[in-house]
């Protein structure tokens, strides 16, 4: 008889403790949730997680907290993400650079399996953009002066994936990149309309409202938009490969399943809701939703390709 109570008194226990372990995941989220963007203020990293992050919060029913904490190319925030509790409350806004390009080309304290993806929210074609009356109005003219050493580029930081990529571009291209480094691609538009820099590589969130307010054209794109009709292509000009920046939410390696789960649920409403919609259309974000195992393969696949791209540099 003892034993018999021994073990309902045990079973009761398991069974409470279980109870209350399903309830505290099943009330996530029950405390404010925590973004980081690993870059400053008004780039396009920025601007387009503010927009799922407004739309979540209502969503979800708790505050989404977007903190920017920017420095060396993304890695400061996104170590931090890395090194932050997996307990769902504290999130990235991850993208090729931090996630899959600075890995692999510079020493991190993090890799990508340093993360769960949650999920892709949308895709961003990269240009090249000069001031509207800059004197290059192809990119042949542009690629020619580059040639005579007579160009210089903004980026968002050296270790960033717009240095990166436009140094792809350039080698492709054959010509030499002479960088001015900044801190976002905001930054680096502000420097080209302003006539500090003649170019930058950038994103539509970034360098659309220049384009739009007449202060600054583009050159050539990685796809065409129909904001930007006529402008050419990457592949046009022969040029191999996607360039293109995306934003993707994820959190610190382990994070439970229940909680991957409601995030990728809420984000799935949220990317059908006409307003994020238009936010994200009028900010020149391509919304390309995806979550899941086809999603975290192919990004794998993209950080061997720049892991083989890196080794080849050394």
């Not at 409403?269 to 939703?289: F, H, I, R, T």
């Amino acid at each position: 008889m003892k034993n018999m109570k021994k073990m309902l008194t045990g079973m009761a226990a398991w069974l409470a403790v279980t109870v209350s372990a399903g309830a505290a995941l099943a009330e996530y989220p029950e405390k404010p949730i925590t973004i980081i963007v690993p870059y400053g203020a008004g780039g396009d990293s920025d601007l387009t997680t503010r927009v799922w992050a407004d739309a979540m919060e209502k969503r979800l029913g708790v505050p989404v907290v977007v903190i920017n904490k920017a420095g060396g190319g993304g890695v400061v925030g996104t170590a931090f993400v890395a090194a932050a509790k997996n307990d769902g409350y504290t999130l990235i806004n991850a993208g090729l650079g931090n996630m899959l390009v600075t890995p692999n080309f510079s020493e991190t304290p993090y890799s990508f399996d340093s993360f769960t993806p949650i999920v892709k929210m949308t895709a961003v074609p990269l240009a090249v953009v000069v001031k509207n009356d800059s004197p290059y109005n192809t990119f042949d003219e542009f690629v020619a002066a580059a040639k005579a050493d007579r160009v210089t580029q903004g980026s968002w930081g050296a270790a960033s994936s717009g240095t990166t990529l436009a140094t792809i571009i350039a080698d492709q291209a054959g010509y030499e990149v002479k960088f001015v480094h900044g801190n976002t691609t905001a930054e680096s538009m502000v420097s080209v309309v302003g006539g500090h820099i003649d170019s930058a590589v950038s994103f539509p969130p970034a360098f659309g409202p220049h384009v739009k307010a007449g202060a600054a054209k583009v050159l050539v794109i990685n796809q065409t938009m129909d904001d930007y009709p006529g402008v050419p292509t990457f592949a046009d000009y022969g040029i191999k490969g996607s360039f293109e920046g995306w934003s993707g939410v994820f959190a610190p390696a382990g994070v439970p399943d229940e909680v991957v789960d409601t995030l990728v649920a809420a984000t799935a409403e949220v990317m059908k809701d006409p307003a994020v919609l238009e936010a994200y259309a009028n900010m020149g974000a391509l919304v390309d939703y995806r979550e899941g195992a086809e999603w975290i393969a192919s990004m794998r696949e993209t950080s061997d390709v720049m892991k083989e791209a890196a080794a080849k540099k050394k």
